[in-house]
């Protein structure tokens, strides 16, 4: 019968308890941030140029599989290791002197060879003659064919392929492990933090192309064994140290002590306060790792020490392998291959770069 | 005097502890590096040596077996390991396998002097145009151009770097014929030579530090003179004296034909270097000015009045330096693995691909001298960049906390 004695203002707020389930208020809190950040993040152009290039070469790797599924692409023809184009094209060659006034293996062919298989050529001669692989950009290989018959544009979007799930897959070992040992030794210090901080110098002073290929000489390295090796290296290295850093000036706010004294133990504390206030950084570091582990597994390839299908990296190596590495007239078989590490490990980096302006406001404008 | 020192190390300041608490560590540091180093060499499956005896038929297999014996590689590999420790702490870093009997510190003193050449000179480029570029780019924050050479920027920072050296050599060297495409000097012009290649690479080296010393100092006391004008004076002077000085010095010097010689090989690995490399220190730089910019000593600065070029200068950028002149140090440090991949590509011979021949064919006492090395001079220079901290900005303190 007292209720109606109770001031009006106290029984608003009984009303206003939401009955939405928790998680959904999460959700919806999540959205509420995600939105802010992105406004941020669309502010600062540097990002989102990285972006809309990512985004590109997603669309270039996921394309290949669909190519081949709705039967636009025949793998006899396009596949990255065997395709072989076997069709006869002509092409109209100059006849010089010998091999080595071949400066354009498209358009020109050498006239010593022209007679021992039994043809009477003068050199200058215009003739119609089958070329050979590579052939240069046309209507059924917009990016031209390899040495061995095979299409580039298939064999950089295989490469796109493996150069996301080798980069993603470093960046999230390294910085699950950053993340974990950076937060465990800010949180405990002593000899913990000592131990892993050592430990870190230690990954830092190694030279790192010269173990790597020490690691590649106990048996091939697959792609992703070199992915975790990368992760391991990073994780434990460089990126531990930076996150600890952060880790530090997050240990010491207000709220990891009202967790303490409210009876919170130190797991609860690492896992439930702790790491969550280091994600930020985390994430921000998942992108520049990317961008690392690209380049690694670019120049291993590069040097021929790994035992994939088909990656960026192997296209210039065997281009190397077969001859063509310094000669401008066959510039397809390398230029898009070396264009596209760069540009994806760029990508990575700027829209890190983006993200470091949310993360880290004193980058803000003003 | 002794008892000042004792005093200043141990008990009265937090450096002096905080610097020997780190020596300690590094030594300790290092002793687990090498082991590990040695470890991870000899695991790699495979003894190239012994096979390559083997493959040899006119070896008998007494021979093979003192051959093995020679090197050491009879005995059990932990008293291996405690040999070849001792040696190495003695100062006898051992002979080369693959270049037998050629001792290691023969080879190391013949191919450091070229790389310290190559990338001092490049470390140089890098930073001074670095430096001035991201002063630029941070104070031209959000205007016409800055996403522009930003982009420009990281593209030339995340370049495939092989690939963009190999283009670069396509263009300038094959295509263009300006520069040599590789190697570091051409024997014909050497044959007969009174002097060594290491040996004018040295003097080169001295001449460029000594000018480059000289103007820098120069420049940096000229910016404690009041008048502008006299300061202007003062630095302009610098250069031509410098420069000029330099000009001298080398036009009435014998070796000047071998000089011209190593300086046009020098060229395009050296500007392919800075390409690459001053995109980095342009980009710590913008953000260092940026965290500079927002501080409270700034904007006194610019509400006494001073011009926006010498706010730029001589307060933001100054205090900006600190965390660039760091990444210096670092980068030194990390000055042989980071070699590799140039010295292969120009075919640069020196510690670089020191490292890469010993790794590939297993010649594990050079790889282990090149390894050691490498570690000591990441070593000192993350302590020296941590001390350059301390020394250089005073609000940082040095805690005993590890």
């Keep these: ?366 | 005097m002794s008892g000042y020192h004792a005093n200043a190390f141990t008990k009265g300041s937090p450096l002096g502890r905080y610097v020997i608490k780190r020596f300690v560590q590094m030594v300790v540091l290092f002793l687990v590096f090498f082991a590990l180093s040695w470890i991870a060499l000899q695991a790699i499956p495979g003894n190239s040596i012994e096979q390559q005896l083997r493959l040899n038929p006119n070896l008998p297999p007494e021979a093979i077996t003192q051959a093995l014996a020679r090197r050491g590689l009879d005995k059990p590999p932990l008293e291996q390991f405690w040999l070849y420790t001792k040696a190495f702490f003695t100062g006898d870093l051992g002979v080369s396998w693959s270049r037998y009997p050629q001792p290691v510190s023969k080879l190391i003193a013949e191919r450091l002097p070229r790389t310290v050449m190559l990338f001092s000179v490049a470390l140089l480029f890098q930073y001074l145009i670095g430096f001035q570029a991201g002063k630029y780019l941070a104070w031209r924050r959000n205007k016409r151009g800055e996403i522009a050479i930003t982009i420009a920027g990281v593209s030339l920072f995340t370049v495939f770097y092989p690939w963009f050296g190999l283009m670069m050599i396509l263009l300038f060297a094959v295509k263009l014929g300006w520069v040599p495409t590789n190697g570091f000097i051409v024997e014909a012009t050497w044959r007969g030579a009174p002097v060594s290649a290491n040996h004018v690479m040295v003097i080169m080296f001295f001449s460029l530090l000594a000018v480059t010393a000289f103007i820098g100092l120069t420049s940096w006391a000229s910016s404690r003179l009041d008048q502008p004008n006299r300061r202007r004076l003062v630095k302009i002077g610098a250069w031509v004296v410098g420069l000029g000085g330099f000009w001298l010095f080398w036009a009435t010097n014998q070796y000047l034909v071998y000089a011209k010689d190593v300086a046009v090989h020098l060229v395009l690995p050296v500007s392919v270097l800075t390409m690459v490399g001053f995109a980095g220190v342009m980009l710590i730089t913008r953000t260092s000015m940026l965290e500079t910019m927002k501080e409270d000593f700034v904007t006194t600065a610019r509400a006494k009045g001073l011009s926006e070029a010498m706010v730029r200068d001589r307060h933001a950028a100054r205090t900006a330096l600190l965390p660039v002149s760091t990444s210096l140090v670092l980068a030194v440090a990390t000055v042989i693995d980071g070699g590799i991949i140039t010295e292969s590509i120009f075919g640069w011979p020196g510690m670089g691909q020191l490292l890469l021949a010993s790794v590939v064919s297993e010649d594990i006492p050079v790889a282990l001298a090149a390894f050691s090395f490498t570690g000591i001079l990441a070593l000192l220079g993350h302590f020296a960049a941590d001390i350059l901290y301390g020394v250089l900005d005073p609000r940082i303190r040095v805690t005993s906390q590890g």
Excluded: C
């Design chain 1, 1 to 366: 019968m007292d209720t109606k004695q109770v001031p009006e203002s106290l029984q608003r707020i009984e009303v206003q308890i939401p009955d939405r389930p928790l998680w959904r208020i999460r959700a919806g809190l999540l959205w509420e941030s995600f939105k802010s950040n992105w406004k941020l993040f669309k502010r600062n152009r540097v990002g989102l140029v990285g972006l809309v290039v990512i985004i590109l070469f997603a669309i270039l790797g996921l394309a290949q599989p669909i190519l081949f599924a709705t039967g636009v692409w025949d793998a006899k023809i396009y596949d990255v290791r065997t395709g072989n184009d076997t069709r006869v094209r002509i092409a109209e060659m100059t006849v010089v002197a010998n091999v080595d006034e071949v400066i354009d293996p498209t358009s020109q062919i050498d006239r010593r060879r022209l007679i021992a298989e039994g043809e009477n050529v003068q050199v200058g001669d215009v003739i119609q003659r089958e070329l050979k692989h590579p052939w240069p950009p046309d209507r059924h290989h917009l990016l031209g064919t390899d040495p061995n018959g095979s299409d580039i544009l298939s064999q950089l979007m295989y490469g796109a392929r493996a150069a996301f799930g080798l980069g993603l897959l470093a960046a999230f070992v390294t910085v699950f492990i950053a993340t974990t040992v950076g937060s465990v030794a800010a949180y405990f210090g002593g000899w913990v933090d000592s131990f892993f901080m050592r430990f870190a110098d230690l990954l830092l002073m190694l030279p790192i192309l010269a173990v790597l290929i020490v690691a590649s000489s106990f048996g091939r390295f697959k792609l992703w064994h070199l992915a975790i090796f990368l992760g391991l290296l990073g994780g434990f290295g460089g990126t531990a140290i930076v996150l600890k850093s952060q880790a530090l000036s997050v240990k010491v706010k207000p709220f990891i002590d009202a967790a303490r004294v409210a009876g919170g133990n130190n797991w609860r504390i690492v896992t439930a306060h702790l790491i969550p206030n280091v994600m930020p950084l985390s994430f921000l570091y998942v992108m520049f790792s990317v961008t690392g582990a690209i380049s690694s597994e670019a120049v291993l390839s590069f040097l021929g020490l790994l035992n994939i299908q088909m990656s960026w990296g192997l296209m210039i190596n065997k281009t190397q392998s077969a001859g063509y590495l310094l000669n401008p007239a066959t510039w397809w078989l390398i230029v898009p291959a070396g264009l596209a590490v760069t540009l994806l490990a760029g990508a990575f980096y700027l829209a890190g770069r983006g993200m470091d302006e949310i993360i880290n406001p004193r980058l803000r404008n003003r």
